[in-house]
């Protein structure tokens, strides 16, 4: 294939895939970090992040991960309906009650990167 027949293929391609902020919609908002709990902790920790999990309104998807080169650090991957449904996560009270029984378990944070989820398995576009 040439490269104008590819072009003109991935455009067609392209015109088919609707994202959420061209049609006027709320993106989606991921958001994905690394924490490193305290010492000996990471299980506990790893408990409180995920209890109550499946009642945060707007939250497509929150994954708790081990990471198997670190005993002591957890992945944590999030996509919502939009950031505003994220920010409002952090004032319900099973959030407020996990980040208070959370906070002196962790040692601290190594990276936090915000994204813009597409769509994806278990993900539908908007």
Not at 34 to 40: E, H, K, Q, W
Not at 114 to 120: A, D, F, I, V
Request: hydrophobic share 45%; glycine share 12%; net charge negative.
């Amino acid at each position: 294939m040439d490269r104008r027949s590819f072009i003109t293929l991935l455009g067609a391609g392209a015109s088919v895939l609707v994202l959420p902020d061209l049609n006027g919609a709320t993106s989606m908002y991921g958001l994905i970090g690394r924490m490193r709990a305290i010492p000996g902790q990471r299980a506990a920790l790893a408990s409180i992040l995920l209890e109550g999990t499946a009642a945060m309104p707007g939250c497509l998807t929150y994954v708790i991960a081990e990471d198997p080169a670190d005993e002591d650090a957890l992945w944590v991957t999030e996509v919502w309906d939009s950031a505003a449904s994220h920010q409002g996560s952090l004032a319900l009270p099973a959030v407020k009650d996990a980040i208070a029984r959370g906070r002196p378990l962790i040692a601290g944070f190594d990276s936090r990167t915000e994204t813009r989820p597409l769509g994806g398995h278990g993900l539908a576009t908007a």
